[in-house]
């Protein structure tokens, strides 16, 4: 069947909070496969990074955009009021895509887990709810807080509802389906793996370019957000350990992305003497990211293990492996799950083993390459995109299925692909974000 009129006449309200689109890659794809497969779809999310037309359309996509708040990192005080004012923009353009265009489906994306209000607010009109688990928002709770306590409880409350609210989930890997249908109480039907995955021709593996290295020999790739959870603080103090007690001191950090706590870790990397090994590029997208990455000979993912982050799928590794750079961060369930023998695992939030393995590659560049080659067949062989697709069409197949409106492109959930390992304990235990 044509895919132009695989999805035609299904209409999709996808709602993200803490990214604009085009910038969050795994909405945009979705959003575009979509289109790509006849569905009218229009997205409400923030502005920000540049992206600051309050409506447009791009590649089919209808965006209808808010004025970004400023990004709560000081409380839940602060995290209330980013929230509400979410709230409050989600209902105002929903009603506004509604009188404009109509939806049929609406697709929600946490965090936070409050989009089955609006859900709710449409349920008797005939609209279905499907739920994108980006991240375990109590684990992400405490991960940036430390500790459990009412507000914990009431963000699985909202987790409950979520799932009681939705149809049909999409979870972003195996340890999130696991969430769904134990913490959840999904039928294991409803609930379908859809990776966060790259798009292989837009990750095309081109020659360095030895200005970004800083006249270097060996240059470390980081590329993500810069906040509480992303072991920042680990990686710097990895770095000084590298530099000052290894003795490798003809190295380059390059660090490309934004996020509540770049300043922070700027300061950091002065504190340690470390200028000099640093850079900070902040964000760059398409032929300048690519540049970063082609040039960086290892990539680094200094995520700590924690309950959010053991069963989270970390994009950046992703795009390490696609474009065949060896990857070292800390030993993470779904961080093996990705990468398996394309990276060194360093033992749990320890910057001296982080640098330890570091030094291995550094000094082993034949190790390096064929590290590099595995992580590349993999994504090629079951973890791009193309491979995502199936399921993520195959979901709205059963969404729309379940309304009773008939089916359009005949999509069935995929299996899990044969893998060179399996998934550690998946079968034992619920694990936990994206």
Same mark, same amino acid.
């Given at each position: 069947?044509?895919?132009?009129?695989e999805g035609?006449?299904r209409?999709?309200?996808? *709602?993200?909070e803490?990214?604009?689109?085009?910038?969050?890659?795994?909405?945009?794809?979705e959003?575009?496969?979509?289109?790509a497969?006849?569905?009218?779809?229009?997205?409400i999310?923030?502005?920000?990074?540049?992206?600051?037309a309050?409506?447009?359309?791009?590649?089919?996509v209808?965006?209808?955009?808010?004025?970004?708040?400023?990004?709560?990192?000081?409380?839940?005080i602060?995290y209330a009021?980013?929230?509400?004012h979410f709230l409050?923009?989600?209902?105002?353009?929903?009603?506004? *895509?509604?009188?404009?265009r109509?939806?049929?489906?609406?697709?929600g994306c946490?965090?936070?887990?409050?989009?089955f209000?609006?859900?709710?607010r449409y349920r008797?009109s005939?609209?279905?709810y499907?739920?994108?688990?980006h991240d *375990?928002?109590?684990e992400?709770?405490?991960?940036?807080?430390?500790?459990?306590?009412l507000l914990?409880r009431?963000?699985?409350?909202?987790?409950?509802?979520?799932?009681a609210?939705a149809s049909?989930s999409?979870?972003?890997?195996?340890?999130?389906?696991?969430?769904?249908i134990?913490?959840g109480?999904m039928?294991?039907d409803?609930?379908f793996?859809v990776?966060?995955?790259?798009?292989v021709?837009?990750?095309?593996?081109r020659?360095?370019?030895?200005?970004l290295k800083?006249?270097?020999?060996?240059?470390?790739?980081?590329v993500?957000v810069?906040?509480?959870?992303e072991?920042?603080?680990l990686?710097?103090?990895?770095?000084d350990?590298l530099v000052?007690?290894?003795?490798?001191r003809?190295v380059?950090?390059?660090?490309?992305?934004?996020g509540?706590?770049l300043?922070e870790?700027?300061r950091d990397?002065?504190?340690?003497?470390?200028?000099?090994?640093?850079?900070?590029?902040?964000?760059l997208y398409?032929?300048?990211?690519l540049?970063?990455?082609?040039?960086?000979?290892?990539?680094?993912?200094?995520d700590p293990k924690?309950?959010?982050n053991?069963?989270?799928?970390?994009?950046k590794v992703?795009e390490?492996m696609?474009?065949?750079?060896?990857?070292?961060?800390?030993?993470?369930?779904e961080?093996?799950m990705s990468a398996d023998e394309?990276?060194l695992y360093?033992r749990?939030?320890d910057?001296?083993?982080?640098?330890?393995?570091?030094a291995m590659?550094i000094e082993?560049?034949?190790?390096?390459k064929?590290m590099?080659?595995?992580?590349?067949?993999?994504v090629l062989?079951?973890l791009s995109w193309?491979h995502?697709?199936?399921?993520l069409?195959?979901a709205?197949d059963?969404?729309?299925n379940k309304?009773?409106?008939?089916r359009?492109?005949?999509?069935?959930k995929?299996?899990m692909p044969?893998q060179?390992?399996s998934?550690?304990d998946?079968?034992a235990k619920p694990?936990?974000?994206?």
């Open positions: 069947m044509d895919n132009q009129r035609e006449g209409r999709v309200l996808i *709602v993200v803490n990214l604009p689109v085009p910038l969050d890659r795994r909405v945009w794809l959003a575009t496969t979509l289109v497969h006849g569905y009218e779809v229009s997205v999310c923030p502005t920000g990074r540049g992206w600051d309050l409506q447009e359309v791009i590649e089919g209808h965006i209808y955009r808010y004025p970004a708040p400023t990004e709560a990192h000081a409380g839940a602060a009021r980013e929230y509400l409050w923009h989600m209902f105002r353009l929903a009603r506004h *895509v509604r009188r404009e109509g939806f049929d489906v609406i697709h946490n965090p936070p887990d409050l989009v209000l609006l859900a709710l008797l005939g609209v279905r499907l739920f994108d688990h *375990v928002c109590p992400l709770f405490e991960a940036k807080f430390d500790k459990k306590g914990y009431v963000m699985l409350l909202w987790e409950r509802l979520t799932f609210c049909v999409i979870a972003t890997n195996e340890s999130f389906r696991q969430i769904a134990r913490r109480k039928n294991p409803d609930v793996v990776r966060s995955a790259p798009q021709e837009k990750f095309e593996i020659p360095p370019d030895p200005a800083h006249g270097a020999a060996t240059m470390m790739g980081y993500g810069i906040g509480q959870q072991g920042m603080d990686l710097v103090a990895a770095a350990h000052n007690v290894l003795g490798h003809d380059h950090f390059a660090i490309v992305g934004f509540p706590h300043d870790v700027k990397v002065r504190a340690h003497g470390l200028e000099d090994w640093f850079t900070f590029t902040g964000a398409g032929e300048d990211l540049a970063v990455l082609n040039t960086a000979d290892i990539g680094v993912s200094p924690n309950a959010m053991d069963i989270s799928t970390m994009n992703m390490y696609t474009l065949e750079k060896p990857v070292v961060q800390f030993d993470l369930t961080g093996r394309a990276s360093a749990a939030n910057p001296v083993d982080f640098a330890k393995k570091l590659l082993d560049p034949a190790l390096c064929r590099g080659k595995i992580g590349r067949e993999r062989g079951w193309d995502s697709m199936p399921n069409l195959a709205y059963r969404i729309f309304a009773g409106r008939g359009a492109g005949g999509y069935e995929a299996p044969s060179p390992q998934h550690p998946a079968s694990a936990t974000r994206h």
